[in-house]
């Protein structure tokens, strides 16, 4: 791997442990909540071989649905104590709730990450019983969090679509008054490309790795800040062109650095 792409690589997780500690700040970990904390499942004395084990207080003699987490990141980025707050809301849902930490690139392979995950599984599987686990009730979750009262879907200028085919997708995109992504945690963001890409206007989380790679052809919003009005913003204007970034990216240059990352 060139000593370019090693920078770049360190750079973004250097950048995204800086907005993770200051998004930590603004949450507080729930009552109820039993955790364990850095439970090797490899015994190497390596913090990315460690997990966390979450359980609802006053349940420790019910055998109980299963959750695992792994977070994500893009390969490069993220860490289980970025999914800390998450995983104690999921376990106050009446769930065990393993989050598992693994090394990233360009530390390691894919394949040695594909590894550490796996020999994690093995072992949730082998000492499930002693976490109360129940082995035939074992969650992956996609999509809508499990738990959110936020109550959105029932505002009256919201619509809730569910899933949407590849057309439909093109189609709202191409034909939106702006493409929203409050994102505060991406180890790239291909969402908004595909927008830019329509010809919507973007407005993005206003974290650094999203800056670096949409630049001025974005606008960014905190995300914590509800008092925002996305007309006056786009107002403002003064954008660059889409193709400024759109330029810079293709899925065969990414398939090229991949494969250059993967064979050397």
Same mark, same amino acid.
């Given at each position: 791997m060139s000593n370019f792409m090693t920078k770049?690589?360190?750079? @973004?997780?250097?950048?995204?442990?800086?907005? &993770?500690a200051v998004r930590d700040k603004?949450?507080?970990?729930p009552d109820g909540v039993v955790e364990s904390r850095d439970i090797p499942y490899i015994a190497d004395g390596q913090k990315e071989h460690l997990m966390d084990v979450y359980r609802p207080q006053g349940k420790e003699n019910e055998t109980l649905p299963v959750i695992i987490n792994i977070h994500g990141g893009g390969l490069l980025i993220g860490n289980k104590e970025f999914n800390r707050y998450f995983c104690a809301r999921l376990c106050l849902l009446?769930?065990?709730?393993?989050?598992?930490?693994?090394?990233?690139?360009?530390?390691?392979?894919?394949?040695? @990450?594909?590894?550490?995950?796996?020999?994690?599984?093995?072992?949730i599987r082998d000492n499930l019983s002693s976490y109360g686990g129940n082995p035939d009730k074992i969650y992956v979750l996609s999509g809508k969090p499990l738990g959110d009262d936020s109550g959105v879907e029932k505002l009256?200028?919201?619509?809730?679509?569910?899933y949407v085919s590849d057309s439909e997708a093109r189609?709202?995109?191409?034909?939106?008054? &702006?493409f929203l992504f409050p994102s505060t945690y991406e180890g790239f963001g291909i969402p908004p490309m595909e927008a830019l890409c329509m010809g919507a206007p973007v407005v993005l989380g206003d974290i650094p790795v999203l800056h670096?790679?949409?630049?001025? &052809? &974005?606008?960014?919003v905190d995300c914590d800040n509800a008092d925002i009005s996305i007309e006056q913003l786009l107002k403002q204007g003064g954008r660059e062109a889409p193709?400024?970034?759109?330029?810079?990216?293709s899925w065969e240059k990414s398939a090229r650095i991949m494969m250059e990352a993967l064979t050397k």
């Open positions: 770049n690589f360190y750079k @973004q997780r250097e950048d995204f442990e800086k907005s &993770a603004k949450f507080s970990f009446g769930y065990v709730v393993f989050s598992v930490e693994y090394r990233l690139v360009p530390d390691c392979s894919v394949y040695d @990450q594909f590894s550490d995950v796996s020999t994690a599984m093995t072992f009256d200028n919201v619509i809730c679509t569910g189609a709202l995109m191409q034909y939106c008054r &702006a670096e790679i949409y630049g001025n &052809a &974005a606008y960014y193709e400024t970034v759109l330029s810079r990216y």
